[in-house]
């Protein structure tokens, strides 16, 4: 069974940086990151699958974090800058085993959720002054 495990959120202040890591115990055909805060939805963050080499951004963290991955060590990262108050939450890695998928599919894993629903134990990442 797949298993993520994350790291690297800590304590930092507003407009620092901070770079997220999940490794992942298998080869994985999709990831992303999403987060939340306590008594909220979960928010995707950005998403990325194998297929076409698009990656969402969700619009309050386009232009300030990246997502990236490094398939020989089955590795995904969040490389955060600029970060604000608004940005703390906890950090969920996700991700889904080998498959097609449909087109468009990094946003609505985002939206939506992974397939299958493989998520990581998350990783708390607080911006304050």
Same mark, same amino acid.
């Given at each position: 069974?797949?298993?993520?495990?994350?790291?690297?959120?800590?304590?930092?202040?507003?407009?620092?940086?901070?770079?997220?890591?999940?490794?992942?115990?298998?080869?994985?055909?999709?990831?992303?990151?999403?987060?939340?805060?306590?008594?909220?939805?979960?928010?995707?963050?950005?998403?990325?699958?194998?297929?076409?080499?698009?990656?969402?951004?969700?619009?309050?963290? +386009?232009?300030?974090?990246?997502?990236?991955?490094?398939?020989?060590?089955?590795?995904?990262?969040?490389?955060?800058?600029?970060? +604000?108050?608004?940005?703390?939450?906890?950090?969920?890695?996700?991700?889904?085993?080998?498959?097609?998928?449909?087109?468009?599919?990094?946003?609505?894993?985002?939206?939506?959720?992974?397939?299958?629903?493989?998520?990581?134990?998350?990783?708390?990442?607080?911006?304050?002054?």
């Amino acid at each position: 069974q797949l298993q993520l495990v994350e790291s690297g959120g800590s304590l930092v202040q507003p407009g620092g940086s901070l770079r997220l890591s999940c490794e992942a115990s298998e080869v994985t055909s999709a990831v992303g990151w999403f987060r939340q805060v306590s008594g909220t939805n979960r928010e995707g963050v950005s998403c990325m699958t194998n297929d076409d080499g698009y990656t969402y951004y969700s619009d309050s963290v +386009k232009g300030r974090f990246t997502l990236s991955r490094d398939n020989a060590n089955n590795t995904v990262y969040l490389q955060m800058s600029n970060l +604000k108050p608004e940005d703390t939450a906890v950090y969920y890695c996700a991700a889904e085993p080998p498959g097609p998928h449909p087109p468009g599919h990094a946003r609505s894993m985002c939206n939506l959720g992974p397939r299958h629903n493989y998520w990581g134990q998350g990783t708390q990442v607080t911006v304050s002054s």
